[in-house]
DNA sequence: GTCCCTTTGAAGACG
DNA sequence: CGTCTTCAAAGGGAC
């Protein structure tokens, strides 16, 4: 099932009156039948979740920031770092837009939007506590007070499998909400129950929400009460939201017989992130192909083009965070790798400039 | 078979 | 530092 084929199933679910959520297991599952794409040892999961510095720095905190990847090439490091455009737009966002369910998503409700309120000390989704049949924690921590407190007990459910489901709350969130009151990185911490869960409950099923997730394949990252600790894979969070095509890839100018291609032969051809306006053409190419019944990529770009300058910059937030992230993962996944490597590994053209009767008559030479 | 078109954003190159 | 160039995706069309 592809990004496409997910969205259309959610919005089915939705307008169905089907809980979007059980959906979204259900395709987690099935993905999970499939080979994986990327081996789960290669996804870059040692370092912190970008989600949760954003959310850090929607309340405020300072955020240690990265080392600095020293460029192959580059000669603009600058210490310490500039701020990104990503940084600055959470910044403002941070100051002028309060958080309530329409924030930043859309097309419907964001985990984001979970994590946030749950940080913030907001009421997400109270629903009545489930019944938990496992064992609690060996060594259970005392409750903060705050935020976490319009949340079940953790102590009382935090092995099940089905937790998320139970309390209709989105993995993200629920794992935020875990972290807060285990002081983890929310990929240890999740991780972390899952080899809980199997000790307690004798059991082989991971998560519904891990699926991907063998903890033998795993290095542990720290331990907690003498327990493992593992990380997970950051592709694992929104798989909706993982490009299409893998990163490590030979694009289409390059799958013929070339002598550059001899030459790059021993180098495998890795693809650059999608940035935020990418995700975003890739979410609503196919919705603006079937409006305009066309098929030209070019008129559907243009109108892409439009339609994400109409968007408020509270509605494209979530796509450069996914950005963010996915540079985030790339830059893991090969620290080595500069932007210029693929420069002059597709054919080098001269940018034309579009001709108009204003710009023919201003350079006629054009 | 290969490149162009078309869009935005990120990052490197360059003066 | 500011500007320019390249590349991410994608599929029809031109050559």
Redesign the pocket.
């Known amino acids: 099932m592809d990004f496409y084929d997910e969205l259309i199933e959610l919005e089915k679910a939705m307008i169905h009156g089907s809980d979007p959520l059980q959906v979204m297991i259900e395709a987690l599952l099935k993905e999970a039948e499939e080979p994986l794409t990327v081996p789960a040892v290669e996804c870059g999961f040692h370092e912190p979740d970008p989600v949760t510095d954003i959310v850090k720095m929607l309340q405020g905190e300072i955020i240690d920031q990265p080392p600095v990847k020293e460029?192959k090439?580059?000669?603009?490091e600058q210490d310490p770092l500039p701020t990104?455009?990503?940084e600055q737009l959470v910044g403002d966002e941070a100051e002028q837009v309060p958080i309530n369910n329409e924030w930043c998503d859309p097309y419907g409700p964001d985990p984001l939007q979970d994590i946030v309120k749950v940080l913030l000390g907001e009421t997400v989704h109270p629903l009545p506590v489930p019944q938990c049949e496992s064992q609690p924690l060996s060594s259970p921590r005392p409750s903060p007070t705050g935020p976490a407190e319009s949340f079940v007990d953790l102590q009382s459910q935090a092995c099940t499998t089905h937790l998320c489901s139970q309390q209709d709350l989105h993995p993200q969130a629920y794992t935020a909400h875990l972290c807060s009151q285990q002081d983890l990185q929310p990929q240890s911490c999740t991780a972390h129950l899952c080899s809980q869960q199997d000790q307690e409950q004798n059991s082989n099923v991971h998560p519904v929400m891990f699926p991907h997730i063998m903890l033998e394949n795993l290095i542990p990252v720290t331990t907690v009460n003498g327990e493992m600790v593992y990380p997970f894979p950051l592709e694992t969070f929104t798989p909706a939201f993982l490009?299409?095509?893998p990163l490590l890839?030979i694009?289409t100018?390059q799958?013929?017989?070339?002598s550059r291609q001899q030459h790059d032969k021993e180098q495998p051809y890795i693809?650059?992130p999608?940035?935020?306006?990418?995700l975003f053409?890739?979410e609503q190419?196919s919705n603006v192909t079937a409006e305009l019944n066309v098929?030209?990529?070019?008129l559907v770009?243009?109108e892409?083009?439009k339609r994400?300058?109409r968007l408020t910059e509270q509605k494209?937030l979530k796509y450069?965070i996914e950005?963010d992230r996915l540079?985030h993962h790339h830059e893991q996944m090969y620290p080595e790798w500069?932007?210029?490597d693929?420069?002059?590994?597709?054919?080098?053209?001269?940018?034309?400039k579009?001709l108009t009767p204003m710009t023919i008559l201003l350079d006629p030479t054009a």
């Open positions: 460029k090439r580059g000669h603009h990104t455009a990503l490009p299409t095509t890839n694009p100018t799958r013929g017989k070339t693809k650059k999608p940035n935020a306006f990418m053409r890739q190419r098929k030209n990529c070019a770009n243009t892409l083009g994400w300058r494209k450069f950005a540079r500069s932007t210029s693929n420069y002059g590994k597709k054919r080098k053209r001269v940018r034309r579009c």
